[in-house]
């Protein structure tokens, strides 16, 4: 079942990254792409920068997600 379609940049993983659970979901690209994987514990302590700016790029990512969600299950009358 197709829930939804990513556009260049999006970030997939995360959920079950940040909550140490199972992913979520399964994805199969219609096009040919680059898939960056990104390894957090992997980084050294010189990264910390970049993974401070990963983890706000993340965060406001879910924040959005939830604010479509709630809105969604609102006009939905739920």
Do not use: H, N, W
């Amino acid at each position: 079942v197709t829930v939804g379609r990513f556009q260049p940049g999006a970030l997939m993983g995360e959920i079950a990254y940040y909550a140490g659970v199972k992913r979520t979901a399964s994805l199969v690209a219609e096009t040919d792409c680059t898939i960056y994987q990104v390894e957090p514990k992997l980084l050294t302590e010189d990264e910390d920068v970049l993974i401070s700016k990963l983890d706000r790029l993340v965060a406001t990512r879910l924040a959005r997600r939830l604010i479509r969600a709630t809105q969604l299950i609102k006009d939905a009358e739920i």
